[in-house]
C-alpha cells in the first residue's frame, strides 16, 4: 500500500471512530507519520516530552511502565485499531484548563502538576513487528476547537483510554492472578500465543516463575474437568 492510500485507509479508519467526516483532514496530513517497529524496538520509552496519539495499524505493543526498584510491569496489549498515548505528555490545553479552575488559590493539584510537568509515564515496545501511525496531538485538538467533528474523535479515543484503564484497575482490586490468568484465556486467547510467557506474568503481576507454576496448575485443572 503505498503513502496516499495508508493516509486514506487512516482517515476512513478515524472518520468510522468520529461517526462523522473530518473536516479539513489536508491540514492533518503534514502531522501524521507512519512508524514501523521491529519486535521489542521502543516507541516512546518513560520520562520525556512526547505529545503524540498513536493509532495501531498492524502488530502489537505493550505498555508498561517501572515500579520504584525498576521492575517492569505491562499495564496493556495494545492491537490495530487501539489508541496509544501518554496523557500527561499530550499536554492537553482544555484539561489544563479544566484542572485549573477546580484549583483553588492555596491548593495544590498533582494531576495539574503532572499535566504541565507533560512527560511520559509509559515505556512502549513492539511485541512483534508492528506498524502504526503517529499523529501530533497538538494539531488534533487545534482541531477539535474548531469542529465539532474532531472533537467528536478526541471524546471517542478518551473514553476507549479510559475505559481500557478502568477495567485493568477494577481486574487488579478485585480479581486474584488466577482469575486474570482465566480472564485472558477466555477473553483473549491470541495474546497467549503471541505475549511471551514473561510478559505474561509482568501483565498478570507476577514473577515468570509464579505464572508457570499458575499456568500449569490451570491447565491440569482444564483437563481434569474435560475428562
Known sequence: MN??????A???????????????????EPAIRR??????????????????????????????????NGQMWIMAFSRPG???????????AWLQRTLRRRTTEGTG???????????????VTAVERTVAYRVDYRAVEALAQ???????LLI?????????????ARQFLTLTAEQRYRELLTDEP??????????????????PEGFSRLASRVRRARRDASE
Open 10 to 28: 487512516l482517515r476512513a479508519e478515524l472518520e468510522a471512530i468520529a461517526a462523522r467526516p473530518l473536516p479539513e483532514w489536508d491540514s492533518l
Open 146 to 152: 474548531a469542529h465539532l467533528e474532531w472533537a467528536h
Open 109 to 123: 493539584s498533582p494531576l495539574l502538576d503532572e499535566l504541565r510537568d507533560g512527560r511520559t509515564a509509559y515505556h
Open 82 to 92: 487501539d489508541f496509544v498515548a501518554s496523557l500527561p505528555a499530550l499536554r492537553s
Open 190 to 207: 491470541d495474546l497467549i500465543r503471541r505475549v511471551p510467557q514473561k510478559d505474561l506474568a509482568l501483565h498478570l503481576g507476577i514473577t
Open 35 to 68: 512508524v514501523e517497529l521491529a519486535p521489542n524496538e521502543v516507541l516512546f520509552p518513560v520520562g520525556i516530552t512526547h505529545p503524540y496519539l498513536y493509532l495501531v495499524r498492524s502488530g502489537l505493543l505493550r505498555v508498561g511502565t517501572f515500579g520504584p
Open 3 to 8: 503513502e496516499g492510500s495508508a493516509l486514506d
Open 156 to 168: 471517542a479515543a478518551t473514553l476507549q483510554f479510559s475505559l481500557a484503564t478502568e477495567r485493568r
